[in-house]
């Protein structure tokens, strides 16, 4: 397999998106300020998108006790990949390898009627995977996970459409992130005792999500050995640079947890009935999806992404009352902007410095007087001078437009 000429690793620390520190521990890196830009950035983004879909977001804490990972599942079927329990008082409480749980937990403290649903739970949490520490990979795979979670609680007769909307989601951020979704993968089942043992309900869940993946077009294939160890899953495939493939997103559905939390909805027939859970992630993990990005654009983010999305250029000192007006005003737009002093280097040195970054805002004298400014755009194209009023507007559409392109044509 060939070098990664993009390895995230090295970028994301020249870059200054991430580093580690044996201190703190192996698979656990922390994030430097550019690196939280981009995080923060998709999570809004993600936030947003599920707003206007419908979910409720909210916030869980990141241990439960031993007891809550016994009635899952968890502890029996997946307690390889946890942490150790830690001994509190009488009780053990361990830092969860998964959100489900508590979610199933949330739902079932206020009583739902069939009106309700589907109710969508979605949280930007934290959970905790014990990784080898072979297996261990920059943010790849790292011990400490901030997943884009979310859990749906429906009817059986809801569960298509969830599924499906859940896909067209995760076909939506991927245009919008600048990923390319290799391949779909519907992930089921193995030999070997990893599994909860109930065949009727893999059947059922089985069946729905081929036909989930059937309406909706995509080609997709099937791997045993691949499914969560309460049912079957689509996992949407990325491939790096190098072509090794990995799983960024998924689409689940389960009628173990709400068995076993004996989460219950109020029928229109005034019965109580058992709810089915579709766990969905749109962009799987921060830290993968950054991985990704890191590596898919070279640095180079997309516009709304980019860590610094105008860099002001002014060319000697007499420009930097300028140049300060227009960085003020590209803050008032909601931009991301920096303006590289003339004591950073010449002109050219801080072109280059700034390669990166989307719009080069380069303002000499001629600029200054005018009161407009000459913008250089990272895929190498010059603009003819724009007053300011007019280049801040046409930039902060194109940011908020999420499009692939910088410019018009």
């Not at 309700?116 to 297996?135: D, H, N, Q, V």
């Not at 559905?253 to 969905?280: C, K, N, S, T, W």
């Amino acid at each position: 397999m060939s070098q990664n000429p993009h390895d995230h690793r090295k970028l994301g620390r020249e870059l200054g998106l991430f580093d580690t520190d044996p201190l703190i521990g192996a698979g656990l890196p922390y994030w430097l300020p550019d690196g939280a830009v981009v995080r923060h950035t998709i999570e809004e983004y993600i936030r947003a998108v599920e707003r206007r879909a419908g979910y409720q977001h909210v916030y869980s804490p990141v241990l439960g006790k031993r007891e809550l990972y016994e009635i899952s599942g968890h502890w029996s079927h997946y307690s390889d990949d946890m942490f150790p329990p830690m001994d509190l008082g009488a009780e053990q409480v361990v830092l969860r390898p998964s959100l489900c749980p508590h979610h199933a937990l949330i739902y079932r403290s206020r009583a739902h009627s069939y009106r309700e649903l589907p109710l969508r739970m979605a949280e930007i949490g934290g959970m905790y995977r014990a990784e080898l520490s072979g297996a261990l990979g920059g943010l790849t795979r790292v011990r400490a996970i901030t997943l884009n979670d979310a859990h749906i609680f429906c009817t059986l007769e809801q569960v298509a459409a969830e599924a499906s909307s859940a896909l067209s989601l995760i076909q939506d951020a991927y245009q919008a992130l600048g990923i390319d979704a290799a391949r779909f993968r519907l992930s089921l089942p193995g030999p070997g005792g990893k599994y909860i043992d109930k065949p009727d309900m893999w059947r059922r869940a089985t069946e729905m999500l081929r036909e989930v993946l059937t309406a909706s077009g995509l080609d997709y294939y099937e791997a045993e050995g691949e499914a969560a160890f309460y049912g079957p899953k689509i996992d949407v495939q990325i491939t790096d640079p190098t072509g090794r493939e990995s799983t960024l997103s998924t689409v689940q559905i389960d009628f173990h947890q709400p068995e076993q939390f004996a989460l219950e909805y109020i029928g229109a027939d005034g019965a109580r009935h058992r709810p089915v859970m579709v766990h969905r992630s749109i962009v799987g993990s921060l830290e993968r999806v950054v991985a990704h990005l890191i590596e898919q654009h070279g640095g180079a983010f997309p516009a709304w992404l980019a860590p610094v999305q105008v860099a002001v250029l002014p060319v000697g000192e007499g420009e930097i009352p300028a140049a300060r007006a227009f960085h003020a005003q590209c803050l008032d737009l909601g931009l991301r902007a920096e303006v590289a002093f003339p004591e950073r280097g010449s002109l050219g040195a801080r072109i280059r410095e700034a390669r990166l970054v989307p719009y080069q805002a380069v303002i000499g004298g001629r600029e200054a007087a005018d009161g407009a400014v000459a913008l250089r755009l990272r895929d190498g194209r010059r603009l003819e001078p724009l007053g300011v009023a007019e280049a801040g507007k046409r930039i902060a559409e194109r940011v908020a437009g999420r499009g692939r392109g910088l410019w018009e044509g």
